[in-house]
């Protein structure tokens, strides 16, 4: 069975910092994906990461993966206080069109 | 820009209600989605779909069926509404290329 998960689950960081959200799973995919979800809200696409080595970034995150340790990195710089909001990744189930979801981590940014 | 719409934000039901929430998308995707999400359990599917009139169950089908009598619409059903299905539904499309799924903006039910 596919397992998707992430750390930490909570993470409450001041702004102008940095920080890494880990997103590990147990079988073999190529492609794993970042969502973002707003209170309330739905859930937002960031990134497609469709192959070892891949690392793509929009403005202050920066996503990489790496297949062989089966791991995603969601990077923040300089964390700004919009960036307050849900994160998920999610794993292709067995190169079907299923998606299995991490738990996702709530990301609190204060002054 | 892909498009997913759900027939609506908020619904309010009776417990042994019937209920039905609709979900369409306007990019031709093959793929559609239904998923619940509850605080502290993320994400669960419930039903999808790859094509008109085919259906697979997802991880937690108990209680919900589905319809996708057209391409663009796929409709989850709950044939008598109970309390522990009160949750946000998401509904998500996607195509066969890439298999990023494209979120509507869900359905917060209430079972009373």
């Known amino acids: 069975e596919l397992k998707v998960e992430q750390n930490p689950l909570f993470l409450s960081m001041q702004e102008g910092k940095n920080y890494t959200i880990y997103c590990n799973y147990s079988?073999?995919?190529?492609?794993l994906y970042w969502y973002r979800q707003d209170p309330g809200k739905s859930l937002e696409s960031l990134f497609v990461?469709?192959?070892?080595?891949a690392v793509k970034q929009e403005g202050r995150l920066m996503a990489s993966l790496d297949t062989k340790a089966r791991l995603s990195t969601l990077h923040i710089t300089a964390a700004v206080h919009d960036l307050s909001a849900t994160y998920f990744c999610?794993?292709?189930?067995?190169?079907?069109?299923?998606?299995?979801f991490g738990t996702g981590t709530r990301l609190q940014v204060f002054p | 820009d892909v498009k997913v719409t759900q027939s609506s934000r908020y619904l309010v039901k009776r417990t042994g209600e019937k209920v039905f929430l609709e979900c369409v998308q306007d990019m031709d995707h093959e793929n559609m989605f239904w998923y619940r999400q509850d605080p502290g359990l993320g994400l669960r599917l419930i039903y999808f779909s790859y094509d008109v009139k085919m259906k697979e169950k997802g991880d937690i089908p108990e209680g919900y069926s589905v319809s996708r009598e057209k391409k663009e619409r796929f409709s989850l059903i709950l044939e008598s509404a109970s309390t522990n299905q009160t949750s946000m539904y998401l509904c998500?499309?996607?195509?066969?290329?890439?298999?990023?799924?494209?979120f509507g903006p869900g359905t917060r039910l209430t079972v009373t």
């Open positions: 079988t073999t995919s190529d492609r």
């Open positions: 999610a794993v292709d189930h067995y190169n079907t069109d299923k998606l299995i």
């Open positions: 998500a499309s996607s195509s066969g290329t890439l298999y990023e799924q494209y």
């Open positions: 990461l469709l192959s070892n080595g």
